[in-house]
């Protein structure tokens, strides 16, 4: 019977930015690490290992949140890294591939063809970054969407963005949840200009869009199976705090559909998951298996003598790893509540609220 080893490493955006085999993450995502390390456990069959820090620690706080939500579901074995050689591991799935997560398996005993190789790894690197979004959002010629991302090499090159708007945002290739992301106006000032220059000189660009008033954010979320077929896996509605996410609502598909509906047609947003599907079916094809969402916004629209009061923007960020809203799918439908992570720096919990 086959085993696949699940790994919670939310440090992975991080870890793409500083491509390094032996990153170490700041506290605070350490401490996200060790402290749901269980995650995986929602949605990992029976017969599969979780790697945590602390079993007795996991098995605690997975009993603790089956309870307040109402699952029932099996444990799965939980493991540390001392273990991980003693398995009959088949498949190994983290949050996210990089060369960290992929050098510590390699330290702990596992086959080396379990893991990808560092060419493939490069590759999900470059799929990673930002300006990958852009292109597939350039592919997207629908009515009713909006959207418009640039890769910059200069801050002279991002001051020219501003002639036709005044607002924009910037935001570095690879960064993790809402960090790495900044709104500047037309003259920045000197930390904005720094920070810029400091991206392009440690991650070679920076991604340059509009700025775009936004009324709700949402998610498509999929998962493609490498070999050129890309499943559409549900929606996934979110809340941010000054641009982070901060919890998944956990509703119905037709629940979470109709919110959406009230702003735009139900056909453009099946029109918009089928062209998304279609795209990344070829994108993906040989080079990434696995989970991945697709942030979007419905925006309002700004030009005076228009008809339509919003409009969609289909592509703000792709992020080739799973995400909140994955685990969100892996949750019975709960009306009202919410999914999040709360907590202080060095300590961190699932909660529904």
């Not at 590759?123 to 890769?151: N, P, W």
């Amino acid at each position: 019977m086959s085993m696949i080893l699940h790994i919670f490493n939310p440090e992975h955006d991080l870890a793409l930015a500083a491509n390094m085999s032996n990153f170490t993450p700041p506290l605070a995502g350490r401490a996200l690490r060790s402290e749901l390390s269980f995650l995986p456990a929602l949605w990992a069959s029976e017969n599969d290992a979780v790697l945590v820090d602390d079993v007795e620690a996991a098995y605690s706080e997975y009993s603790a949140f089956k309870k307040k939500a109402g699952i029932q579901r099996h444990n799965p074995m939980f493991v540390t890294k001392k273990d991980v050689a003693k398995l009959s591991i088949d498949k190994i799935e983290p949050w996210g591939w990089d060369l960290t997560i992929r050098n510590m398996l390699l330290r702990c005993g596992v086959e080396s063809c379990l893991v990808p190789t560092t060419d493939e790894i490069a590759v999900i690197r470059q799929l990673s970054h930002r300006k990958t979004a852009a292109t597939v959002l350039d592919q997207i010629s629908l009515s009713g969407t909006i959207g418009q991302s640039f890769c910059c090499l200069s801050v002279d090159e991002i001051m020219q963005k501003f002639t036709n708007h005044h607002r924009m945002v910037l935001k570095a290739p690879w960064s993790s949840t809402g960090r790495g992301v900044r709104v500047a106006t037309c003259p920045m000032n000197d930390a904005l200009v720094g920070w810029a220059t400091h991206v392009i000189q440690s991650q070679g660009s920076i991604m340059v869009e509009p700025y775009y008033p936004h009324v709700i954010d949402f998610a498509m979320e999929f998962y493609s199976d490498g070999k050129g077929n890309v499943e559409y896996l549900g929606l996934s509605l979110f809340d941010t705090i000054n641009g982070a996410y901060s919890g998944n609502i956990l509703s119905s598909e037709s629940n979470k559909k109709a919110t959406l509906i009230n702003y735009i047609s139900e056909d453009l947003l099946d029109s918009v998951r089928e062209k998304l599907v279609d795209i990344t079916s070829s994108l993906y094809n040989d080079k990434y298996r696995g989970p991945f969402g697709i942030d979007m916004m419905i925006v309002e629209d700004s030009e005076e003598n228009s008809q339509q009061m919003f409009l969609l923007h289909p592509c703000v960020e792709i992020n080739l790893r799973r995400t909140m809203g994955h685990v969100a799918l892996c949750l019975p439908v709960m009306e009202d509540k919410r999914l999040a992570i709360t907590g202080k720096p060095h300590s961190f919990h699932l909660c529904l609220k």
